[in-house]
């Protein structure tokens, strides 16, 4: 059975999970929903839907299902997955709920049946098995360095790129195995 590829629900969910992702900057130890107000803003602004601010036990939730993210997407670039990384996925799978709607056309949708945070957490988990479903999950992945793991798409043809950006994690790259080469160090 051959499934067409809808481009712009790709972009749709692979932008909200990069942007989630992407939230925390590693390398220059930023975090843009560190606290409550900063992810109850962060929610509307990506998806127009209104969350009460977290407490402090449902934003380190929160944060946690990032990091948990990112590592699935560290995967989805070859690396290994440690014990345990998955875990905050698996308890918001458990707390998922969903519902079914129509559209005026009658096709069936799902969507989650909650529209607090467990909901946004349900968002989540949709956008991967969307993109599951179109055949883009794996592109979308974490860069390899591990100073940056910035989550980024894949566009390339044959879904080979390693780097967020080859001008710099990927020049930093090349420079480290050149010196390893050469025997000069880093």
């Known amino acids: 059975m051959s499934t067409t590829v809808n481009k712009e629900a790709v972009e749709q969910e692979s932008g909200l999970l990069v942007e989630f992702v992407n939230t925390r900057d590693i390398e220059e130890e930023t975090d843009s929903i560190a606290d409550a107000r900063g992810l109850q803003l962060w929610i509307r602004e990506r998806t127009g839907e209104y ?5 402090e036990e449902a934003l380190d939730r929160l944060l946690a299902l990032r990091e948990s993210l990112r590592a699935l997407l560290r995967a989805n670039n070859g690396e290994e997955i ?3 990384e998955l875990t905050p996925l ?3 799978a458990e707390r998922s ?3 079914t709607t129509f559209s005026a056309g009658g096709c069936l949708d799902i969507a989650p ?3 607090d945070l467990s909901g946004f957490e349900a968002r989540l988990l949709l956008a991967i098995e969307r993109l599951q479903s179109q055949g883009a999950w794996l592109r979308l992945k974490a860069c390899t360095d591990d100073e940056c793991q910035w989550a980024f798409y894949d566009a390339t043809r044959n879904h080979s790129r390693t780097w967020c950006s080859m001008d710099v994690c990927g020049n930093r790259e090349k420079t480290r195995r050149y010196r390893e080469r050469k025997g000069t160090g880093s």
């Open 51 to 55: 969350v009460d601010a977290p407490d």
């Open 113 to 115: 049946a909650r529209s």
């Open 90 to 92: 698996e308890e918001a």
């Open 82 to 84: 440690e014990a345990g």
């Open 97 to 99: 709920r969903f519902r």
